[in-house]
């Protein structure tokens, strides 16, 4: 027996398809509004079931109950009845909350991917510490530990999925899940199908979390979780983990392998489109700015963490955001506070006695999280993919302080950047850091590369040559001197920056060239004091500032030895 409910998906247009929207002061009903269109659930009920769903030739085959894309509120009131978390007050409206138990964060090395010996895999693959081998035997015990658990249950969440907005790179994705709120995550993080989408399925996940790897030492693995790749077979199985994220880096980590073999490229950024459908990159690690920087009131977002650039232009991943809820107030991050309302999930996030999340109270961990539809985000351009990028643009919090705040990248140094992906690390951010520490994070995103760093390099070249895409690098680091002794750029400086990127107006600036990183800097621009952009001029101590700029330097030097062992070396475009 089906029960059905299907109409086509509308969303909400904006006035302009890349016009910006004010934040109303009361989102709720447009939010609700948005949500309720999303709207193809379906109940399937009795012996056939599995076989209706298409899941039982996956060998799950004995539930007789499969609820496949509910609506958010059939989501809201199924986690409400499987008692799978608490209600959280917020302010902005009723969000339901999980707890993921001991594991709050991913579980990189208990990530495994298949080596099926002499496949496409195989042979592209950047295998190591990232991309981690086990035997296709080995899967298979995984597989049937998951399948049999799988096979335990009456009922089951299955969702179909898209990830990519473009229409010729998107990917058909399909979860089944035991819990509902795990189906609402999903809902929340990919792309909502406007109408049925259950033939042709490009992957599968069987998230069987509540069962473990018992043979985990036989199998000579790192612990009983298992998050488990099979590419040729188009499954994955995550065993032992509740964490909501490993559903969706687990797709961003295939994608940065299914793009690249059609020389198309899977990138870790931000992403955002002016009025003149002229769009930007925004590539950084944490803690550099990306998202800030990014959500602008006079350009349209597209994405904040996960894009693509295939021939027809630049297109979000996903369909949703995944933000850090530490120390969150509407005063510091507005856009996100107040995203979080009904049909956003909180995850790991403390609830006071009246049932009011706690930003500040990390006492489970610092990584608590919020999953939200991208239209809870004021100003989000509905189609997710706009033109060819016209700015592409490196993100790096320099501690040391010897970095322009802004620079513009031949073609050669913005593949030697990319593939560096530096920022830094300051004193107290972690236990024993007591100086300014480099981290670089290839592309970066090392932890979802699936082939070697300079293959995205190869690929970005030809798109940024190809449609005349520029290259910057800006500083939100320090100034002055390093950290402890100089200051913080200021974000009006910054914003600066990257307004006279974004409009044009740096490219009428006189540049001189940094002597040691040999970055193209401008002498001036409009709001920024002309001592702040060549960093040395800015330090009191000129010989402290060659010193530093000497060891930096350095450590470029010595992180990109690891990176000469691939298809092309970009050494000559780094630091002399």
Same mark, same amino acid.
């Given at each position: 027996m089906i029960h059905s409910v299907a109409r086509t998906v509308r969303f909400a247009r904006q006035a302009g398809s890349t016009a910006a929207r004010a934040f109303s002061a009361a989102p709720n009903a447009e939010f609700a509004d948005a949500a309720s269109q999303y709207n193809i659930s379906r109940t399937i009920e009795g012996a056939d079931a599995?076989?209706?769903?298409?899941?039982?030739?996956? /060998? *799950?085959?004995?539930? $007789? =109950? *499969?609820?496949? !894309?509910? $609506?958010?509120? +059939? @989501?809201?009131?199924?986690?409400?009845?499987?008692? +799978?978390?608490?209600?959280?007050?917020?302010?902005? /409206?009723?969000?339901?909350?999980?707890?993921?138990?001991?594991?709050? /964060?991913?579980?990189?090395?208990?990530?495994?991917?298949?080596? !099926?010996?002499?496949?496409?895999? %195989?042979?592209?693959?950047?295998?190591?510490?990232? !991309?981690?081998?086990? #035997?296709?035997?080995?899967?298979?015990?995984?597989? +049937?530990?998951?399948?049999?658990?799988?096979? &335990?249950? +009456?009922? @089951?969440?299955v969702a179909d999925v898209y990830c990519g907005a473009s229409e010729a790179s998107k990917r058909k994705v399909r979860f089944v899940h035991e819990l509902a709120w795990q189906q609402h995550f999903v809902t929340n993080m990919f792309i909502r199908p406007e109408e049925e989408c259950d033939r042709d399925i490009d992957f599968t996940v069987i998230n069987a979390c509540a069962a473990t790897n018992e043979k985990w030492k036989e199998h000579g693995l790192n612990s009983e979780v298992a998050v488990a790749f099979n590419i040729e077979a188009k499954t994955a199985v995550i065993l032992g983990t509740w964490y909501g994220g490993e559903n969706k880096k687990g797709i961003f980590s295939l994608m940065n392998y299914w793009l690249p073999m059609v020389d198309d490229l899977p990138m870790h950024c931000s992403a955002n489109v002016g009025k003149n459908g002229d769009s930007a990159l925004f590539f950084g690690l944490s803690g550099t700015g990306k998202t800030t920087l990014s959500a602008d009131p006079n350009r349209a977002l597209i994405g904040d963490d996960e894009h693509g650039w295939d021939k027809n232009g630049v297109f979000n991943f996903e369909g949703g955001c995944y933000a850090k809820t530490i120390d969150l107030s509407e005063k510091t991050e507005p856009e996100i506070y107040r995203a979080i309302t009904t049909n956003a999930m909180l995850e790991n996030v403390a609830i006071k006695d009246d049932s009011v999340p706690d930003y500040f109270d990390t006492s489970k961990t610092q990584n608590g999280r919020v999953s939200y539809p991208i239209f809870h985000i004021p100003g989000y351009l509905k189609e997710q993919q706009a033109a060819h990028p016209k700015n592409c643009i490196f993100l790096t919090c320099d501690a040391y302080g010897v970095l322009p705040p802004v620079s513009k990248l031949t073609s050669g140094q913005a593949l030697y950047q990319f593939v560096s992906g530096y920022t830094s690390k300051v004193a107290g951010t972690e236990r024993g850091i007591t100086e300014p520490t480099p981290n670089f994070s290839p592309c970066f995103g090392a932890a979802f590369l699936t082939v070697h760093p300079t293959r995205y390099a190869e690929l970005l070249q030809q798109k940024l040559e190809t449609h005349? =895409?520029?290259?910057?690098?800006? !500083? #939100?680091?320090? &100034?002055?001197?390093?950290?402890?002794?100089?200051?913080?750029?200021? *974000?009006?400086? $910054?914003?600066?920056?990257?307004?006279?990127? @974004? %409009?044009? &107006? *740096?490219?009428?600036?006189?540049?001189? =060239?940094?002597?040691?990183f040999g970055f193209a800097m401008p002498k001036s621009l409009p709001g920024v004091e002309g001592d702040v952009l060549n960093p040395r001029n800015a330090w009191a101590d000129k010989d402290a500032y060659d010193a530093t700029a000497k060891k930096l330097s350095g450590m470029f030097k010595d992180n990109f030895k690891k990176y000469t062992d691939g298809p092309n070396d970009y050494t000559n475009f780094g630091p002399l």
């Open positions: 599995t076989s209706q769903v298409g899941i039982d030739s996956l /060998g *799950i085959k004995n539930a $007789t =109950t *499969i609820y496949k !894309n509910l $609506t958010y509120d +059939e @989501l809201f009131e199924h986690e409400k009845a499987n008692n +799978e978390g608490v209600v959280a007050a917020a302010e902005y /409206g009723e969000t339901f909350t999980v707890d993921t138990g001991k594991f709050t /964060g991913r579980s990189p090395k208990d990530k495994w991917i298949v080596r !099926n010996v002499g496949s496409d895999s %195989d042979k592209n693959l950047w295998w190591g510490d990232v !991309n981690q081998a086990i #035997t296709p035997e080995i899967y298979e015990d995984l597989y +049937e530990t998951a399948i049999n658990h799988m096979n &335990s249950k +009456e009922k @089951l969440y005349g =895409t520029e290259a910057y690098l800006v !500083n #939100t680091g320090w &100034s002055g001197g390093g950290y402890g002794v100089g200051e913080r750029m200021s *974000i009006k400086d $910054t914003r600066a920056c990257i307004n006279a990127i @974004l %409009d044009g &107006s *740096i490219n009428d600036a006189e540049f001189e =060239t940094d002597e040691i």
